[in-house]
């Protein structure tokens, strides 16, 4: 008889008072931290000046934040937000007697965050006249922790699950039901994690690639190909997506490895690297 991970942590990471603070809050947070730590030494390695570098965080984390907020209520439940406007912004649900109630956000999308982001970025650089492709290779080469944190939140929080399943790693995700299903969100936490080193790799040894677009292209494509492949392992999220070919992450999907394969070939068939200012 085959024996299954059962899942079943508690949502709270910790309490202050009565204050709770969330696993996935705390993942998020810890995510970012370790992102800014990464940036700035990156930036301190290329001798940038600090000035440039302060705003960045604010830059990133709104963008990221409104990015996939946005992208969730648009992309996934569209009817719903269209006819409650403030639920998207605000962490508050309106009750059908009219009252308001905190939840928190209830709904990030990573394809909304990572176009949050790329337009934050497009902003910061405007301010900084730092170059676009310096900005974001940057970024590129330590997202991917980030976005190992985040998987790892939804896992704690037994959200973003997989489709049935009896391989002998599966988990019984007891928040959810009793069955045995792919830990979704622990393969794409695994795979940004390997993201990770192979691009701090190619940075250690082509540091003057930063600024041609190549690690970008690299985090992109690597990034949203794994996320086409382990989509068929997760149940779909919404209803209007069963019966679709591809699931709506899928097809969110496809645009930015297209992006990331273009700026892999315009770094490989330019070979020069953008100023950083």
Not at 88 to 99: E, N, R, S, V
Not at 120 to 131: G, N
Request: charged share 15%; hydrophobic share 45%.
């Amino acid at each position: 008889m085959l024996s299954f991970i059962t899942w079943n942590p508690d949502i709270f990471a910790f309490h202050i008072g009565s204050f709770g603070v969330r696993w996935y809050s705390l993942c998020w947070a810890v995510g970012i931290l370790l992102v800014t730590m990464l940036e700035y030494k990156l930036y301190r390695e290329q001798k940038v000046p600090e000035d440039k570098f302060d705003p960045l965080f604010v830059y990133c984390f709104i963008g990221i934040l409104l990015g996939a907020r946005l992208g969730h209520c648009l992309f996934y439940e569209p009817d719903y937000y269209l006819s409650h406007p403030l639920e998207m912004i605000l962490p508050f649900k309106q009750d059908a007697q009219g009252g308001w109630h905190y939840t928190g956000y209830e709904g990030l999308a990573s394809h909304g965050g990572t176009l949050g982001l790329m337009i934050a970025l497009w902003l910061f650089v405007r301010k900084t006249k730092l170059s676009l492709f310096f900005v974001l290779d940057n970024i590129a080469i330590v997202t991917p922790v980030c976005a190992c944190a985040i998987r790892l939140g939804n896992l704690m929080n037994s959200e973003i699950i997989g489709k049935p399943t009896d391989v002998p790693w599966a988990f019984i995700f007891e928040h959810v039901d009793s069955l045995p299903r792919h830990p979704g969100q622990l393969y794409e936490a695994i795979c940004y994690f390997l993201f990770f080193f192979i691009g701090w790799y190619f940075y250690r040894r082509r540091p003057q690639w930063v600024g041609t677009g190549f690690f970008f292209g690299l985090c992109l494509t690597l990034i949203f190909t794994a996320r086409i492949f382990i989509e068929y392992t997760k149940e779909n999220q919404v209803d209007f997506e069963n019966g679709m070919l591809f699931n709506m992450g899928q097809l969110l999907s496809v645009p930015f490895v297209l992006l990331g394969v273009y700026c892999i070939w315009r770094a490989a068939k330019n070979g020069k690297a953008e100023k950083k200012g």
